[in-house]
């Protein structure tokens, strides 16, 4: 269990985390999401120790990671997967890292086979492909078998194959019951893997939620209902707390979900031709969390030029 | 306990041992970092062969162009004379041994297997200084033998290591190369940067050699006689040589000691403070 209690961070004038305070809770994978540049980096550092608060304190087990008597064993970090010297070879790296946390050399076969790296643990690690450093990191973070995994961005720059890789090896020890927390700004990629996500825009926390929690609430999540008596069904849904959209005889409904919505037109003798409900996905939920949030934001030229074109759309199908 | 595998020859989860990590864990993991490398016996190797390759050739010279041998000829401090170039390499290996960890990110790998900086940092210059001070006394012993050889082929007066004017040249000599790279190792956790660390620590001890000739006498004696060059050179070979920059041996350690805990000091509080 880590658990963030009011950490700032600043550097400066800049404020790269607010009194950011969450937990994650052990045997799940949490997903660490946010835009670049909004502090996940920082965060997980100072979960490490690496780097010291402004103010409040992290705990992992109950302990600052600092003060622990056998850290590798407790907690398995992957940060910067380059950070390795080039002129060491796969097994010379993970022999003096084993050998900082007093663990056994034939530890360092074992990870070295689970991640596929055996075949080049004679070889240096400065002529690695990007793919490569990743599975050295990870093996790495596993050396010493933790309970407690930290990933951050670990499928950034990979192939298809390496983030696959990376995705089932995630799943298996998600399976094991390992605590795992994951960062990355690629949404979808979280929707796959993780169980529960804690969002942050510019150092602050945006939402602490499940998944399936995460996305309902967001204001993409609506349903569709097609009737030819669209104004008098709106005003009667509406009297039940939704918010509703007119256009062409089509409802865009949000706060109520589509049973109600059923039963209401039932119960009122409406005629419906159709009713579907749309989950927004992770992505939609995000960039709508993030979008006040971000720190670099392109313009809304193509917003606005997509709602041009549907809008000429509709006026040729006229 | 259930385990899920992907490859059921190796299964993820493997015996528990949370035995606490000990300084002695660390002393091993900083000595398996440098010496799987390849660069640590190239640089270390390189500092004792130009060093004595300096000497047998000066030697040559000497033998070569003197016919008569001057009254004040001595052997002991000539066969030292490649200690210079010896010194500068192992500077730039005590820098490096830090700063590299720094420039590839690697230093903060070290401090989550080893949270206890405190740890990190003795173990790294206790390891440094030990490489260093073997590296030292065999540089000095090569170039003393060498010396002698290539003096004595040419019929001029040799030394023998007997001499306790010998002795103190050349152990004292090859001990004190520990104090350059330490510095060096200091000023690679201080500023993080190679190149940065490598400038300070050379600057530092070829000042004297710079503006030391030129310098007039009494700033010699009470403003160059204080840099950490001429505090370790009055302490080895101000028993031999003459020069008005040199002080008493006592003051002279005291000078060496002041620059290295100054120094050593200020890095120990940096890297224990600062962020990773």
């Known amino acids: ?318 | 306990m259930t385990t899920v595998q992907m490859n059921p020859a190796t299964p993820i989860t493997a015996s528990r041992s949370p035995r606490p990590a000990s300084f002695s864990h660390t002393l091993a993991s900083e000595w398996s970092k440098l010496a799987t490398l390849r660069s640590t016996y190239v640089t270390l190797s390189l500092g004792v062969l130009l060093s004595i390759a300096t000497t047998a050739l000066t030697a040559l010279a000497i033998g070569a162009t003197r016919a008569n041998v001057p009254d004040n000829f001595d052997p002991i401090t000539i066969s030292m004379i490649g200690t210079i170039f010896g010194l500068i390499v192992y500077s730039v290996f005590g820098v490096l041994a830090v700063s590299r960890e720094y420039s590839s990110g690697m230093i903060r790998l070290t401090l989550i297997a080893t949270p206890n900086r405190s740890r990190v940092f003795f173990a790294k210059f206790a390891l440094v200084g030990f490489i260093i001070l073997v590296a030292g006394l065999v540089t000095t012993v090569g170039m003393f033998f060498a010396g002698q050889a290539v003096l004595g082929a040419y019929g001029m007066p040799v030394a023998s290591l007997g001499d306790p004017d010998a002795q103190r040249m050349v152990f004292g000599l090859g001990a004190a190369m520990v104090f350059f790279p330490t510095l060096g190792l200091a000023f690679g956790v201080l500023l993080r940067s190679t190149a940065g660390a490598i400038t300070t620590v050379l600057g530092l001890l070829w000042l004297p050699q710079i503006v030391g000739e030129l310098a007039p006498r009494w700033s010699q004696e009470h403003i160059l006689s204080l840099l950490p060059s001429n505090g370790v050179d009055s302490m080895t070979v101000g028993h031999m040589q003459h020069n008005p920059a040199f002080s008493d041996p006592a003051i002279g350690a005291l000078i060496a000691a002041t620059w290295l805990v100054t120094i050593v000091g200020a890095a120990y509080l940096q890297f224990l403070r600062r962020d990773a």
């Open chain 1, 1 to 318: 269990m880590i658990e963030v209690k009011d950490i700032t961070k600043r550097y400066g004038e800049t404020v790269a985390v607010d009194h950011l305070s969450f937990t994650v809770k052990p045997g799940i994978v949490t997903g660490f999401l946010g835009p670049n540049g909004a502090g996940k980096s920082t965060t997980m550092r100072m979960i490490l120790g690496l780097d010291r608060p402004s103010s409040g304190e992290v705990t992992v087990n109950g302990h600052a990671y600092k003060t622990m008597p056998a850290p590798m064993h407790e907690v398995g970090a992957l940060l910067d997967a380059k950070a390795a010297h080039g002129g060491h070879t796969a097994y010379q790296h993970l022999r003096w890292l084993a050998r900082a946390g007093g663990i056994s050399p034939r530890r360092i076969e074992d990870v070295l086979e689970l991640v596929g790296l055996s075949d080049v643990a004679g070889k240096r690690v400065g002529g690695f492909s990007l793919g490569m450093y990743q599975r050295l990191g990870i093996a790495a973070a596993l050396l010493a078998d933790p309970q407690i995994l930290l990933f951050d961005e670990p499928v950034n720059g990979l192939d298809p194959e390496g983030i696959r890789w990376i995705r089932t090896l995630l799943q298996q020890l998600a399976a094991e019951g390992r605590t795992i927390f994951l960062s990355s700004h690629l949404m979808n990629e979280m929707e796959e893997t993780a169980d529960h996500v804690i969002v942050i825009g510019r150092g602050r926390l945006i939402a602490d939620a499940s998944i399936a929690e995460f996305t309902q609430r967001s204001a993409s999540s609506h349903v569709r209902v097609v009737t030819p008596q669209a104004e008098n069904l709106a005003a009667v849904l509406q009297r039940a707390g939704a918010s509703v959209t007119t256009a062409e005889g089509v409802l865009i409904v949000t706060g109520i979900d589509a049973p109600t919505i059923g039963q209401i037109a039932a119960a009122n003798h409406f005629e419906v031709h159709e009713l579907a409900s749309r989950r927004a996905s992770l992505e939609d939920a995000f960039m709508e969390l993030t979008q006040a949030s971000l720190e670099y934001q392109a313009g809304a030229a193509n917003t606005t030029n997509t709602l041009k074109n549907e809008h000429s759309l509709a006026a040729m199908e006229i």
